[in-house]
């Protein structure tokens, strides 16, 4: 499948989806959600692949949502329209693990599509913000929300209002991504990250993803509960019986993800 705003590619089980509008430094607008959010929900079906890549330019993860379309609207516009809402929701339907591998510039919807992901892999070259407020606008997917999560409020709070960037470095000081690596090592790292991924139970990589977000949704004690109902549901599967007989016989697992 080809799509015209992002370009896809697989290597073994793992699928790279590239933001491709290089003029306006992949500025996000709706005809590139929609075409992430198919390829999304295509290689999340295609059980021949167990994890995906979501990436950019080496200049730009992405600058954001596209401000000359959001220059247009009033208010109505954005009410009536549903804006480009429900396109930015698609990617918290994958069930799959997601990788943000981020170069450049992740800037207010680029900086919460990154934070949309699984985790994120940055470049040394990388830098994070939430520039809104210089647009006269809050941000609008999940910003203020997922940041101070990841983050800190005061990290948080920092960004937002002064609308400032963060480099790689102190991005990954602050708890916003996982790794920082050399900007030409970037896709390297990201890939050899995803395929240790496809190599575990694929439905277990499902629980893990499924029980971490949980743990932003609700209370500790819930989150347990829930956390404990999947762990005990592992012990009906054959991969957890493989997992464990592999060790115990000391050679690597071969799961079968059943
Ligand atoms: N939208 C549209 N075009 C953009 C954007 C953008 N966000 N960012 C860059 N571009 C375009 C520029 O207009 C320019 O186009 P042209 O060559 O035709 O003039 C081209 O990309 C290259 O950009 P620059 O010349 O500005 O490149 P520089 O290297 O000088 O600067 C920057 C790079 C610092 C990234 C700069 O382009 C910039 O500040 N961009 C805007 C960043 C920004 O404010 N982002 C936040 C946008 S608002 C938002 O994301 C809200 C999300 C709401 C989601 C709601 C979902 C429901």
Redesign the pocket.
């Known amino acids: 499948m080809s799509y015209e705003n992002v370009l896809t590619e697989t290597i073994g089980k793992v699928a790279v989806i590239r933001l491709n509008r290089p003029?306006?430094?992949n500025?996000?607008?709706d005809a590139l959600m929609i075409d992430l959010g198919n390829a999304l929900l295509a290689f999340d079906a295609d059980e021949n692949i167990g994890c995906i890549i979501v990436t950019g330019s080496e200049?730009?993860f992405?600058?954001?949502?596209?401000?000359?379309?959001?220059a247009r609207y009033n208010y109505m516009d954005v009410l009536k329209g549903e804006?480009?809402?429900r396109n930015?929701e698609t990617i918290r339907r994958v069930r799959k693990p997601v990788i943000a591998a981020v170069a450049g510039?992740a800037?207010?919807?680029?900086c919460?599509l990154a934070m949309m992901c699984d985790f994120i892999i940055a470049a040394d070259n990388a830098k994070f913000?939430?520039?809104?407020i210089?647009?006269g606008?809050v941000?609008?997917?999940g910003?203020t929300q997922r940041l101070p999560r990841a983050v800190s409020k005061a990290k948080a709070m920092d960004l937002c209002l002064t609308?400032r960037?963060m480099d790689a470095q102190e991005a990954e000081r602050a708890g916003l991504v996982s790794r920082v690596v050399p900007a030409d090592k970037l896709m390297d790292e990201a890939l050899a990250a995803a395929i240790v991924i496809t190599e575990m139970s694929q439905p277990v990589a499902a629980m893990v993803k499924d029980s971490v977000n949980r743990a932003y949704e609700t209370t500790l004690a819930e989150g347990i509960k829930y956390e404990r109902a999947l762990f005990y549901s592992c012990f009906a599967t054959e991969d957890q019986t493989e997992g464990m007989a592999a060790f115990l016989e000391k050679r690597p697992p071969s799961f079968k993800n059943q």
């Open positions: 003029k306006a430094l500025a996000l607008n200049k730009a992405a600058a954001g949502a596209d401000i000359t379309v959001m804006f480009i809402t930015w510039y800037l207010g919807g680029g919460e913000g939430q520039p809104e210089k647009l606008i941000p609008g997917a910003g609308g960037m």
